[in-house]
């Protein structure tokens, strides 16, 4: 009778401790929790109750037996350990951390990301209108971008209960996200990491840089976006970081227009006329920054014009052995490149971009006074540059010719940064530019692909107008899939984790306990 006693105390206490387990974390808010709590806690009194009516004597003579002593123990642990939950629970609430485990940080921040968001001097006002107030994944995107800085400020609105605010910012749809920075003001209907980046950028930065991409010379189109060759993706890319694209043919002008930040040299398959050399010249000699993308046998005449700044472009295409199954080692046009020099282009810039039908581009400053150039990309050790081009293009073949050719690693990009006053220029300032020995580095089919071309693209151009916090790696537009429960399902699975298997277990290893005693 004693130990049947025994058993029911503990039972007892069992369920209270449960039913106040689940009002802590619950709060009683919806009905199931009410009825759980209800029913643990009455059956739990009940219990203690008919464990008390026992007597005194019979209390003396338990609390005295070994085997209370025993489950004493065990219950006083199993208290502590609950309360070390609690208080950790409690203190991780007041002072969170996220750590992100996962190998490509699908649930962190992009370090552009961060870095744009810790530059903010000013608040930044951020009204998300979702269905209902409510939407945990745009929520949680929000504090992921606010822990990195005091002056984010978000707040989901339900566009039916605040119409007034809706109307006041011209919201037409559910998952509209209005920014406000300072008096600039933009709206986003389609809430991603990318798309909520490049809107911080466009309402933080009202001075926009233009960027002009030279014409004329049969060069790839900047509107473009649909083929293959196209450098659409990249005026795309440009126009979301707000940057303003133009072309310019500079065969009509006398000179590169003022307001350019950046010219753009990209793949001209026909030759630039003197007038049109000068120019760009005379652009470079007065502090212009210049981007060169000169692939293979095309831009002959910009090999002695890029040696005065210190940049060599090999008469050579890159050439890498690759494996393919069942077919042994064959040639590869292009390159895969995952060897990066130490610039603040490439800051740490660890990820693959890819570089079809590319040329070597090899930093030449030595001896030349104030040209600092720094070769960004190499290629694997397995590549060469391949001089004997009649023979790759006509006949396919390539062999390392080791007096000819140029053995692998093979720099593919150099950028220079030239002190014009020691070069004896007569305007003192800075002149930047960044060469690479490909144009498809930057075309449609590999700007948005796989690989990070984009990323080391953009952070050239940020480099070359100097936005340092532009030179980081970007969003991706596909982030990790997640599994998204309704109210019903995430409840079911913290009774199901938390209180009833756990009671149940106990409660059955209470039941083993009384039997082998």
């Given at each position: ?7 029911l ?6 369920l ?18 009410q ?6 806690g009455l059956f739990g009194v ?7 009516s026992?007597?005194?004597?019979n ?13 004493a ?23 969170s ?25 000013k608040e ?10 409510v ?13 990195h ?7 989901l ?5 605040q119409?007034?605010?809706a ?56 509107d ?33 227009p ?14 630039y ?13 007065n ?5 060169f993308?000169i692939g ?34 064959a ?6 490149v ?10 740490d810039?660890?990820?693959?971009t ?16 104030g ?15 391949e001089t ?11 062999t ?14 150099v ?15 800075s ?6 020995g ?5 075309a ?26 532009l030179?980081?790696v ?14 019903e ?29």
């Open positions: 009778m004693r130990r049947s006693n025994s058993l105390g503990l039972i007892g206490l069992v209270i401790l449960f039913a106040g387990v689940a009002a802590i974390f619950t709060r009683a808010q919806a009905t199931v929790d009825i759980y709590i209800a029913v643990n009940f219990a203690l109750i008919a464990y008390l026992a007597g005194v004597e209390i003396r003579a338990v609390v005295t037996d070994r085997s209370t002593k025993y489950g123990n065990v219950f006083v642990g199993s208290a502590i350990f609950i309360a070390v939950l609690m208080i950790l629970n409690y203190l991780s609430a007041r002072h951390h996220r750590f992100d485990m996962t190998e490509q940080g699908v649930y962190s921040l992009s370090p552009q990301s961060a870095n744009i968001v810790k530059g903010l001097e930044l006002k951020i009204d998300a209108f979702v269905e209902g107030g939407n945990p994944e745009l929520r949680e995107l929000l504090e992921t971008y606010a822990t800085s005091p002056n984010f400020k978000f707040q609105v339900d566009p039916d209960k119409p007034e605010l109307e006041r910012y011209q919201i037409k749809a559910y998952n509209t996200v209005h920014l406000e920075y300072d008096k600039e003001q933009t709206t986003v209907s389609q809430p991603t990491e990318e798309n909520l980046t490049n809107a911080i950028i466009k309402v933080t930065r009202t001075t926009k840089k233009i960027v002009c991409f030279i014409e004329g010379h049969g060069e790839p189109d900047i473009d976006a649909q083929g293959p060759k196209g450098l659409g993706s990249f005026k795309q890319a440009l126009s979301n970081e707000n940057y303003e694209v133009k072309k310019v043919l500079l065969a009509s002008m006398e000179s590169i003022a307001d350019c930040s950046i010219v753009v040299v990209a793949g001209p398959e026909k030759s006329q003197d007038s049109e050399l000068t120019a760009l010249g005379k652009f470079m000699d502090a212009g920054h210049v981007l993308l293979p046998r095309e831009g002959a005449q910009f090999e002695p014009f890029l040696a005065k700044w210190g940049v060599k472009l090999g008469n050579d295409v890159v050439v890498d052995q690759v494996l393919r199954l069942f077919q042994g080692p040639l590869g046009l292009s390159p895969l995952n060897t990066y020099g130490t610039h603040d282009i490439t800051r810039f660890k990820q693959r890819i570089f079809p039908m590319s040329r070597s581009v090899k930093s030449d400053t030595t001896g030349k006074n040209l600092q150039g720094v070769e960004l990309a190499k290629t694997s050790a397995s590549s060469w540059g004997d081009l009649d023979g790759l293009f006509q006949r396919s073949e390539a390392l010719d080791a007096n000819a050719d140029t053995k692998g690693p093979v720099p593919i990009a950028a220079v940064d030239a002190n014009l006053k020691q070069m004896g220029k007569e305007k003192d300032g002149e930047r530019l960044v060469v690479f490909s144009v498809e580095f930057a449609n089919r590999e700007f948005e692909g796989t690989y990070y071309n984009r990323d080391l693209a953009m952070n050239s151009v940020g480099w070359l107008v100097g936005q340092a916090d030179v980081s970007r969003p991706r537009a596909i982030r990790a899939s997640r599994a998204t429960f309704s109210p399902q995430f409840t079911v699975i913290f009774y199901l984790s938390v209180l009833l298997i756990p009671q149940m277990l106990l409660l059955a290893g209470l039941a083993v306990w009384w039997r082998r005693e």
